[in-house]
Nanobody, 121 residues
Framework: QVQLVESGGGLVQAGGSLNLSCAAS????????MGWFRQAPGKQRELVALITSVGVTTYADSVKGRFTVSRDNGKNTVYLQMNSLKADDTAVYYCYAEALRAWNDPPRNYWGQGTQVTVSS
């Protein structure tokens, strides 16, 4: 099984910064995409950022220019550097990975437990 463990959430002032980390472990043959989603109360889960195995990134328009996603393939870890945080960024942030457990295993989606990010006005 593949497990995703997140860290780095918490409370931060508007305009401040926060860095989230997520490490994938377990039976991993190959990790394709890694990234971050978020869900605020009363809203659907939305994509924040994705990064491919070779470092190509995708961002939601709402975070473009403020957030940076990166990954360390040797550590199977993805990061989300969040700068210039706004109150609207307040949400539960979920780590995401698409991975194969074996060469003949189909790709599957894996999710972290979620970490709360609260931005005070």
């Amino acid at each position: 099984q593949v497990q995703l463990v997140e860290s780095g959430g918490g409370l931060v002032q508007a305009g401040g910064s926060l860095n989230l980390s997520c490490a994938a472990s377990g039976s991993i043959f190959r990790v394709n995409y890694m990234g971050w989603f978020r869900q605020a109360p009363g809203k659907q889960r939305e994509l924040v950022a994705l990064i491919t195995s070779v470092g190509v990134t995708t961002y939601a328009d709402s975070v473009k220019g403020r957030f940076t996603v990166s990954r360390d393939n040797g550590k199977n870890t993805v990061y989300l550097q969040m700068n210039s945080l706004k109150a609207d960024d307040t949400a539960v942030y979920y780590c995401y990975a698409e991975a194969l457990r074996a060469w003949n295993d189909p790709p599957r989606n894996y999710w972290g437990q979620g970490t709360q990010v609260t931005v005070s006005s």
